[in-house]
């Protein structure tokens, strides 16, 4: 009886240094997970950064095409006044001061092109930064489906009969074990997985590396 249970006792610590090992794995695999998630966290920030750069530089150029498209307007209208003041022997003055016209024109078209590519290069970065959001919440919700798999794996069949031993031994006879299992402690000794909390995605952005 002595050596069937201190057979037991080896196949139970070999179990157990099986099961370190297993989650010693996991732990290696989860700081992986949070040095991929340093990583894109970092590429966040650039993205936020170039994206405030393209804000101000779009705030900029906005700016400076309304006041030029004042100006313009401006001086649109003050040519057009001077055009209505020409006698029909000013043709030729008439053709410099349309021409003016024309080019000012021009120019309002073209910083209308530069505001449209500036915010086209603006939807771009949201979608970047949109794009990077997601992989970092997947990547936590991997890394916290691994830790719940690692940390409250069930145990198997062998290892539950062993507990059933010991708990009849500390507890009554063999034929007790059934009954003993549960006022022994040993049930109650197996936890369920807690319920943990998914933050939004903007919540993943701010998320501690533990």
């Not at 021409?99 to 073209?110: D, G, H, Q, S, T």
């Not at 209308?112 to 970092?136: F, G, M, P, V």
């Not at 062993?162 to 074990?177: F, H």
Request: aromatic share 2%.
């Amino acid at each position: 009886a002595g050596g069937g249970e201190a057979g037991v006792i080896r196949n139970l610590q070999r179990a157990l240094k099986r099961e370190a090992k297993s989650k010693s794995a996991a732990i290696k695999a989860v700081e992986k997970m949070h040095e991929k998630i340093t990583e894109m966290h970092g590429h966040v920030e650039v993205a936020f950064k170039m994206k405030k750069v393209a804000e101000n530089k779009l705030a900029d150029v906005v700016a400076d095409h309304q006041a030029k498209e004042l100006e313009s307007l401006r001086k649109v209208k003050d040519l057009q006044q001077t055009i209505q003041a020409m006698e029909k022997g000013h043709q030729i003055q008439k053709a410099q001061s349309d021409k003016k016209v024309l080019k000012l024109k021009k120019k309002l078209v073209e910083s209308q092109r530069d505001i449209s590519s500036l915010e086209t290069h603006l939807h771009k970065y949201e979608r970047q930064i949109n794009s990077l959001q997601a992989q970092i919440e997947l990547l936590r919700r991997s890394m916290l489906k691994s830790t719940n798999l690692h940390r409250y794996a069930a145990l198997s069949p062998a290892k539950m009969r062993v507990l059933e031993r010991i708990s009849a031994s500390a507890c009554g006879t063999p034929s007790d074990a059934s009954s003993n299992l549960g006022t022994c402690g040993i049930a109650s000794a197996i936890s369920l997985p807690s319920v943990d909390y998914t933050p939004s995605i903007l919540d993943a952005l701010n998320i501690e590396m533990f």
